[in-house]
């Protein structure tokens, strides 16, 4: 069983239609909840961003999800900062309007939050995103011209110092016909733009190897009588940038070697996933070690890969609710046989 000094993993892959953290933060009160029984929760921007609504945990720690794949590999560690400089970069095909608006949350967050920020920076051509869906009905995406993202995001590391970049992308106002926007709002679709987000921040990371999040730059979609409650974070404002510069302004340093103070794959005791969703490349390596994967049964996905059929043993549960149970449990000592009514008997080994 994991240590009672524990860490834990909260997994929601993004851009899968997941009924819980499938919208813009709508797992953040499962994040909450995690982080109540666990010493360091660890879980990645998708969770954690309410466009304007956040919330800070001082034991939670901000992860991109390229960073968290090979921090499951062992090839990252995370050292926990106490703040981070965030440069800001800016997509060249954002209108005017919009780009202003943009600005101004930048600079309301460091008169309102006190967050650091460095001078901002436009890309030098429109990075052009095109939305894209996969036979299994998840979002994806293309940037026709990632040259002009990378030359970005490396002005704004060697020239602005930037410890973590926010990256603000200009999206297409109409998604694929595959995911009519109306039934995201809704509260039954996928959501179109958080595949595409993905290949964004992965690109980063993966060449430069330092936080990442996005935001994408929209007009704001018509008053409707009909929003969901969990899709209601992304119809409040012109911008989904205020908790993606919260959540970077304290998220980890990504090491490639091992200091004082940082945290390893090997410090993870639990992860907890989606049941239909555990083909990750971040659960298969935490599946190879003594790691307690907890499957979670409500949180449906457009997936459809159980820990079973790929051989993984894991704790399933219905709820997140209980997944909470499972941890406090193990921390106290207690075998989980003993919370149900039925105990089979021991067996001779004779």
């Known amino acids: 069983m994991p240590e009672i000094n524990s860490t834990a993993l909260l997994l929601v892959p993004t851009g899968i239609g997941a009924a819980m953290g499938g919208y813009a933060g709508d797992a953040l009160p499962v994040a909450r909840l ?32 390229y960073a968290l794949d090979q921090f499951a590999k062992g090839n990252l560690y995370l050292q926990p900062v106490n703040s981070n400089r965030i440069g800001l970069l800016l997509d060249k095909g954002i209108c005017e309007d919009l780009l202003l608006r943009h600005l101004q949350v930048a600079e309301a967050t ?30 994806w995406g293309t940037i026709t011209n990632p040259a002009s993202l990378l030359r970005g995001a490396h002005k704004l590391i060697k020239l602005a110092k930037a410890d ?25 679709g996928v959501d179109p733009l958080s595949g595409a987000e993905a290949v964004i921040s992965h690109l980063i990371v993966k060449n430069f190897g330092i936080p990442v999040a996005h935001a994408p730059a929209l007009n704001p979609l018509p008053l409707s009588k009909d929003i969901s409650p969990r899709a209601a974070a992304e119809e409040i404002g012109y911008t989904f940038l205020p908790s993606v510069l919260v959540g970077l302004s304290r998220a980890p340093r990504y090491l490639t070697s091992y200091q004082l103070n940082t945290i390893s794959s090997k410090n993870v005791g639990y992860v907890i996933t989606p049941a239909s969703a555990c083909g990750g490349s971040a659960l298969l390596s ?61 067996e001779s080994l004779n």
């Open 286 to 346: 935490f599946a190879a070690k003594e790691t307690t994967i907890i499957a979670v049964e409500e949180n449906s996905t457009q997936m459809n890969v159980f820990p079973e059929s790929l051989g993984i043993k894991a704790i399933r549960v219905k709820s997140y609710l209980e997944a909470v149970g499972v941890i406090v449990a193990a921390r106290a000592g207690i075998s989980l046989d003993a919370l149900s009514p039925k105990i089979s008997r021991l």
């Open 164 to 188: 973590a970049i926010a990256v603000v992308t200009r999206f297409p106002e109409e998604p694929p016909e595959s995911m009519p926007i109306k039934n995201y709002r809704q509260g039954s």
């Open 110 to 139: 460091r008169a309102t939050l006190g967050l650091e920020l460095s001078d901002y920076l436009i890309t030098d051509e429109p990075l052009d995103i095109n939305l894209q869906t996969s036979f299994s009905g998840a979002s």
């Open 34 to 65: 995690i982080s109540q029984v666990v010493d360091t929760l660890i879980t990645h921007p998708n969770v954690m961003n309410g466009a304007h609504l956040y919330w800070s945990m001082p034991n939670t720690l901000y992860v991109e999800g």
